[in-house]
């Protein structure tokens, strides 16, 4: 029997993970364990937050990207809070800062790609991957303002280690939010490799808005 396709493997992945999420959260209401109940199913929620917010402004989020939100979330909020997977692998928050950060920057680097409505002559390569670079590193401070402001006001550690976790988180997001943007620029000059897929898929799937999208090496 052959594998799946990468959108057909998305979709399972999406299903078994919301899936996963709702038998634990069912479980926790069953024991009564309300803080089970209320992690799992925050994580389930969030996990239908992405595509809801790419409804409200006429956007279609591909499975593959779908399945990698939930992914994320299932590892930060569920495993890594609930399960205490921040305490027990120390690459754990490296690991997800890192790859979010590839995942912001790539999604940032389409957000203003869309802005030209695909006009790959609109502006440099390395133009449009800088603003990548600064749309992840954005996300990621501010993710370490949120870390600051909950341990600060609820009495959390989720800044672990302090400056020393804060600092480290910052230039994990900045080798990802780099990848992202050298990634996006490979994209317009036609050397992103399987990378590209990525970009093409959610192009592909938001055609009206990238309308002026002309063949590599062609310019108008």
Not at 18 to 46: D, K, M, P, Y
Not at 78 to 89: I, K
Not at 156 to 170: C, R, V
Request: with cysteine; glycine share 12%.
């Amino acid at each position: 029997m052959p594998a799946p396709s990468l959108p057909a493997a998305s979709v399972l992945v999406l299903a078994a993970i919301r899936l996963f999420l709702a038998v634990e959260a069912l479980i926790g209401s069953l024991q009564g364990n309300w803080l089970a109940l209320f992690v799992a199913g925050s994580a389930l929620g969030l996990t239908f937050l992405p595509q809801l917010l790419a409804s409200r402004v006429n956007l279609r989020l591909p499975n593959g990207f779908l399945a990698a939100v939930a992914l994320f979330v299932l590892a930060t909020i569920y495993l890594g809070e609930m399960h205490d997977f921040y305490t027990r692998f120390w690459w754990w928050d490296l690991v997800l800062h890192g790859s979010s950060a590839m995942g912001f920057g790539i999604l940032g680097f389409l957000l203003v790609f869309m802005l030209f409505r695909g006009d790959r002559y609109a502006a440099p390569p390395w133009a449009l991957g800088l603003l990548s670079f600064c749309t992840a590193m954005t996300v990621g401070a501010m993710w370490e303002v949120f870390e600051y402001g909950m341990d600060q006001g609820f009495g959390l550690n989720m800044q672990k280690s302090g400056l020393d976790d804060t600092m480290g988180d910052l230039i994990v997001n900045a080798v990802g939010a780099a990848l992202a943007g050298l990634a996006g620029a490979a994209y317009l000059t036609g050397r992103s490799g399987r990378m590209g897929l990525a970009f093409e898929t959610f192009i592909t799937a938001n055609r009206r808005h990238f309308q002026k999208i002309v063949p590599r090496g062609r310019r108008k």
